[in-house]
């Protein structure tokens, strides 16, 4: 329950596209949100200063002990411990996103190169094949699965571009500091932001087929989040790629009718 309550608070999007899954798979996949979102949490709590390592070191070790013993104390924890098992969910990738959460935990996150930006994306894209078996998803969708995290991950970027740097972070290379810092929609930023969601178009055209290979009671969990994420790149064309003067955030009621329209079509 309170997996559910931290999916629907913290992100509306994947609640409406876990909604769409058989009821018996929900539980599962909100543990999953639930460990990976506390993980987001600790490397984003700039109140635990130098030690945000220690305690994402502290989570993962919980995780691993609790499935030693067969239970964990902790909620959240103890709901991916239980459903980890019972779903035979490959926990055994995650650390592998515990790694990318630690990279976020420098002072100044700045990534210099497409290389470094690709490496973190596939540490957070870890989550899609450990939710593979919640899918019924059959080993060549896995590597789609994880194509489409990143396409996820990257659009995320685009759209959070000025709330990162208040952060003091910087994903998307070339960017400029003074850009930023001045809210300036220069043509430099307008260019580099232009390029990288061509590319997050590509990857989602990569990962389509991966509705073909999912079964049918599945597929329409998928549909919802890469419409809703399609409708936000299509936010930021609109803006003329400025991400830092306009926001590319979905209203409420335009992520519904992108969810709706995706279900319908």
Known sequence: RRCRRMQLR????YFAATACLPA????????LYGYVRGADEIADNTGLNGQRRAALDAWQRELEDGLMRGYSMHPVIGALVDAGPRYGMPLELLPEYMESMRADCDERVRMRSQEQLDHYMQG????????????????????LLRLLGVAFQLTNFIRDVPIDWQMGRIYLPGLEERDLTERT?????RGHIAQQVQRARALFDESEALGQLLPAPVRPGIKVARAVYLKVLDRVEENGYDVVTR?????????????SWALVS
């Open 10 to 13: 913290h992100d509306p999007t």
């Open 185 to 189: 929609a220069s043509a430099a930023l």
């Open 124 to 143: 957070t894209a870890t989550v899609g094949p450990v939710a593979a078996p919640l899918l019924d998803a059959p080993d060549s969708a896995i590597v």
């Open 24 to 31: 018996e798979r929900r539980p599962a996949l909100y543990a």
């Open 247 to 259: 926001s590319s955030r979905l209203r409420p009621w335009e992520a519904v009718g992108a969810s």
